[in-house]
Structure formats: structure tokens, C-alpha cells
């Protein structure tokens, strides 16, 4: 089991940058890739970002390629998603996701545990 908590959202104007984190219980946090979702109002959830178990290899979405960066510290059980250049499509709520295999993936259904999400408002 493993239970994930974001932070680190907020209110930015368009141009800036927030970085996020997420928080995982478990000694085992090493063993799962990550991934970052968001959902925008009145749409679905979307992939945004996914890491491997080691760091080693990252996936994107192409509305974000560039301009965010997913990353993770093993030790303290913490995948980041750092976001620059924010525009205000990228207005969301945004949720981390653990899935118990090394390698990272891009669809939803492929990861077990999720976070509550956090806010990201980006200001025009």
C-alpha cells in the first residue's frame, strides 16, 4: 500500500513557475514509477509527466515538453514535478500516481495509487 501526498500548488501568473511534490508512505518507494495527472475544469484527467523507478527515463506530455520537468529523491520518497513558463491552460488540479513496476507509463489505468491532488491556478 501506498498513500501519496501532494503539495506545493498554488496561485502564479502566466510566465512563472511552481514546483510541486509528492509525498509517498511505504520503504518501498524505490520499486514505482511515478507519473503526474491533471484535470482541467470540464475535462477529463490528462497525463502531464512520468518517471521511472530510478529517475532514469522520463516521459511527457507535449503541451508540457519543454516546460516542466519531472524528477524524484529515492531517499525521501519525493517525485517533484517542476513547472516554468506556466500558462494558463495549465490551470488544473494535479495529481501524482504510483504504479508497482520500475518502468513509467502515460495512460491512467496503468497506475494503482493516487493522490488528492493539488490547485494550480495560472493567472493571465
Known amino acids: 500500500q ?3 501526498v501532494e503539495s506545493g500548488g498554488g496561485l ?4 512563472g513557475s ?8 511505504g520503504r518501498t518507494f524505490g520499486n514505482y514509477a511515478m507519473g503526474w495527472f ?17 529517475g532514469g527515463s522520463t516521459y511527457y506530455a507535449d503541451s508540457v515538453k519543454g516546460r516542466f ?3 524524484r529523491d529515492n531517499a525521501k520518497n519525493t517525485v517533484y514535478l517542476r ?3 506556466l500558462k494558463p ?3 488544473a488540479v494535479y495529481y501524482c500516481a504510483a504504479r508497482n513496476t520500475a518502468v513509467g507509463a502515460t495512460r491512467q489505468v496503468e497506475y494503482t495509487y493516487w493522490g488528492q ?6 493567472s493571465s
Open 89 to 91: 491552460e495549465d490551470t
Open 12 to 15: 502564479v501568473q502566466a510566465g
Open 83 to 85: 513547472m516554468n513558463s
Open 18 to 25: 511552481l514546483r510541486l511534490s509528492c509525498a509517498a508512505s
Open 38 to 54: 491533471r484535470q482541467a475544469p470540464g475535462k477529463e484527467r490528462e497525463f502531464a509527466a512520468a518517471i521511472n523507478w530510478s
Open 117 to 122: 491532488g493539488t490547485q494550480v491556478t495560472v
Open 69 to 71: 520537468t519531472i524528477s
Open 2 to 4: 501506498v498513500q501519496l
